[in-house]
């Protein structure tokens, strides 16, 4: 397979390759929310080469979300956030598919999500997280979950039934309250959310080794990354059953 020029420096990594390059082409990733996170993982991923990228989001831009959300100009303002992307995206890197899907998460949309390798959680509330933790159980599809407050930042990746899903994390805690209410600090979900696209690539491309188990917790204040261990756990009420 011929590579365009724009992906050589990721072709010359040992460990990752034209093999690593050809799987990425193939691959399809869903991300779900084009906010602070899915912005950085929409941006990354089409830069890197993900063949097709879904993109899933209701809103419209408004003007508190430029401190963070770095694909939109002041031009959009009240325009629809997944339209916008999809076509500055598509103008960045004309060889990756966008798929933009204006619609807010609904079980409705679990049909979607089968047709994606991978799924990006970059939501900013709880309830919409469970959601597609359930759908994406269902489906069997991995989800890749970010989230960013205040100066603090986390990341987890969940292979369905292999290891913890989000509910086995105990989600009661603060790390799962939304922005809106408590704020964020732009550079955190800027963060994150690459580190959710380099989950996504991983996984595609099989180097390396993704979170699983592993909650990776990022304190933007003191500037350190801990990594906060999860069992699954059998009587959980979304994976606990016997499948
Ligand atoms: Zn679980």
Redesign the pocket.
């Known amino acids: 397979m011929d590579f365009s020029p724009r992906y050589s420096r990721q072709v010359i990594v040992d460990g990752f390759g034209p093999e690593g390059q050809e799987a990425l082409a193939r691959g399809r990733v869903m991300i779900v929310g084009m906010g602070g996170l899915g912005n950085p993982a929409a941006q990354y991923l089409a830069a890197a080469g993900a063949g097709t990228i879904g993109i899933m989001d209701n809103d419209v831009v408004s003007i508190s979300n430029f401190n963070r959300q770095v694909l939109y100009q002041p031009d959009d303002l009240n325009q629809v956030k997944v339209t916008i992307v999809q076509e500055r995206l598509a103008r960045f890197n004309p060889e990756v598919e966008i798929i933009a899907f204006k619609q807010r998460l609904n079980e409705d949309s679990s049909d979607i999500f089968g047709e994606y390798d991978i799924v990006l959680d970059c939501l900013d509330n709880l309830p919409d997280r469970l959601l597609l933790n359930q759908i994406c159980l269902a489906a069997k599809t991995p989800l890749v979950h970010g989230g960013a407050i205040r100066f603090y930042g986390q990341l987890t990746t969940i292979i369905p039934f292999k290891g913890?899903?989000?509910?086995?994390f105990s989600p009661g805690s603060a790390f799962f309250c939304d922005c809106e209410r408590v704020g964020v600090l732009g550079p955190i979900p800027g963060v994150i959310g690459v580190l959710q696209a380099m989950e996504a690539v991983k996984y595609l491309s099989g180097a390396g080794e993704v979170l699983v188990g592993r909650l990776l917790v990022f304190d933007g204040l003191q500037g350190t990354v801990n990594e906060v261990r999860v069992e699954?756990?059998p009587k959980?009420p979304?994976?606990?059953s016997p499948n």
Do not use: I, Q, T
Request: proline share 9%.
């Open positions: 913890p899903c989000l509910r086995c699954r756990n959980c979304a994976c606990g």
